[in-house]
């Protein structure tokens, strides 16, 4: 990973100057061959198909069907798939294909905002302790290794009274502040790297304010981390979602998302398989497809993490 900033010079200026061109480093080569390694990767490829077909089908298939998630078919209670019914119904007739859809976006929803949230709080975070260092490293190191200690999941359950209380945003935000300590801890110890380079020193003795060095020259040489980290946090956030739902401490009935509907199911699993299977088969494509993106983003960025492996 590089950490040579297009915009950073070592040449020494009057306090409060910003840094200038003067070596100025051409990128754009570099990042072409990443992206060219990026859609080379079979991973990635099928990883980004699949999740692009499946966000497709959350929020256009709804409209392409022609029965409603809250409908009720008099006429098939807990019905097998057909013609008719995609994914069968459940006891009161209602559409397991258009339920499906509805938790499907939710899901994604939930994963597609609490895994980037994580990530950007690791982020700030994580660069503001390597960055600063001393009182604010230590309170930061403190906070991280007390949430690491305690079990995430549980706090969640304890905290579900909160979620049932409020809108599903609060979920995303539960999720969000418990999932954002590991990669802070490695933005800190990167930005620990970083802050002692001659363009980070150079751009402190020219009197450029602390926060605006973390914005030019930090984050930018973690970037490459945080979007993996972001990558595989969608899943993650889904995965968390479903499982809190499922056992239920997340999404709360009649709202729908795929753990809901996987606890609704769980009971027929044997008997009337569609009402559990269909909606679980959905939940790992979605988790897998992330996955497959997100190694495939860390292999290209990262060689040293398993190259060779498509």
Same mark, same amino acid.
């Given at each position: 990973?590089?950490?040579?900033?297009?915009?950073?010079?070592?040449?020494?200026? !009057?306090?409060?100057?910003?840094?200038?061109?003067? =070596?100025?480093?051409?990128?754009?080569?570099?990042?072409?061959?990443?992206?060219?390694?990026?859609?080379?990767?079979?991973?990635?490829?099928?990883?980004?198909?699949?999740?692009?077909?499946?966000?497709?089908? /959350?929020?256009?298939?709804?409209?392409?069907? =022609?029965?409603?998630?809250?409908?009720?078919?008099?006429?098939?209670?807990?019905?097998?798939?057909?013609?008719? =019914?995609?994914?069968?119904?459940?006891?009161?007739?209602?559409? @397991?294909? /258009?339920?499906? %859809?509805?938790?499907?976006?939710? !899901? +994604?929803?939930?994963?597609?905002? /609490?895994?980037?949230?994580?990530?950007?709080?690791?982020?700030?975070?994580?660069?503001?302790?390597?960055?600063?260092?001393?009182?604010?490293?230590?309170?930061?190191?403190?906070?991280?290794?007390?949430?690491?200690?305690?079990? #995430?999941?549980?706090?969640?359950?304890?905290? #579900?009274?909160?979620?049932?209380?409020?809108?599903?945003?609060?979920?995303?935000?539960?999720?969000? $502040?418990?999932?954002?300590?590991?990669?802070?801890?490695?933005?800190?110890?990167?930005?620990?790297?970083?802050?002692?380079?001659?363009?980070?020193? /150079?751009?402190?003795?020219?009197?450029?304010?602390?926060?605006?060095? $973390?914005?030019? =020259? @930090?984050?930018?040489?973690?970037?490459?981390?945080?979007?993996?980290?972001?990558? %595989?946090?969608?899943?993650?956030? $889904?995965?968390?979602? !479903?499982?809190?739902?499922?056992?239920?401490?997340?999404?709360?009935?009649?709202?729908?998302?795929?753990?809901?509907?996987?606890?609704?199911?769980?009971?027929?699993?044997?008997?009337?398989?569609?009402?559990?299977?269909?909606?679980?088969?959905?939940?790992?494509?979605?988790?897998?497809?992330?996955? +497959?993106?997100?190694?495939?983003?860390?292999?290209?960025?990262?060689?040293?993490?398993?190259?060779?492996?498509?």
């Amino acid at each position: 990973m590089s950490v040579l900033d297009p915009t950073t010079t070592t040449t020494a200026g !009057s306090p409060g100057d910003s840094p200038g061109p003067a =070596h100025v480093v051409d990128e754009q080569p570099r990042r072409s061959g990443l992206w060219r390694k990026i859609l080379r990767s079979r991973r990635a490829q099928v990883g980004g198909i699949a999740l692009l077909v499946i966000i497709l089908w /959350a929020f256009v298939g709804p409209y392409l069907y =022609h029965w409603d998630s809250v409908e009720s078919d008099g006429l098939a209670f807990g019905a097998a798939p057909s013609a008719s =019914h995609w994914f069968g119904t459940n006891d009161i007739g209602q559409d @397991i294909y /258009a339920q499906t %859809l509805v938790g499907l976006q939710k !899901s +994604l929803l939930i994963g597609l905002i /609490a895994g980037p949230g994580a990530t950007l709080i690791a982020g700030i975070v994580g660069a503001m302790a390597g960055y600063f260092g001393g009182a604010w490293d230590r309170v930061i190191v403190w906070v991280i290794d007390l949430l690491l200690v305690v079990p #995430s999941f549980y706090v969640l359950v304890l905290l #579900s009274p909160v979620f049932k209380s409020l809108t599903w945003v609060a979920l995303i935000v539960g999720l969000a $502040i418990f999932s954002w300590m590991v990669m802070a801890r490695v933005v800190r110890g990167q930005t620990m790297s970083l802050r002692e380079r001659d363009y980070v020193k /150079a751009a402190r003795f020219m009197g450029v304010p602390s926060f605006t060095i $973390i914005r030019r =020259h @930090i984050l930018p040489n973690v970037a490459s981390l945080l979007i993996i980290d972001a990558t %595989l946090g969608v899943g993650a956030a $889904i995965l968390a979602e !479903s499982s809190l739902s499922y056992f239920g401490f997340g999404i709360q009935v009649p709202d729908v998302s795929l753990g809901t509907l996987l606890a609704a199911g769980s009971s027929a699993a044997v008997t009337r398989p569609w009402l559990f299977v269909l909606p679980a088969a959905t939940l790992i494509a979605t988790v897998l497809s992330t996955s +497959l993106l997100g190694d495939a983003l860390r292999d290209a960025i990262d060689p040293t993490s398993g190259a060779n492996r498509d």
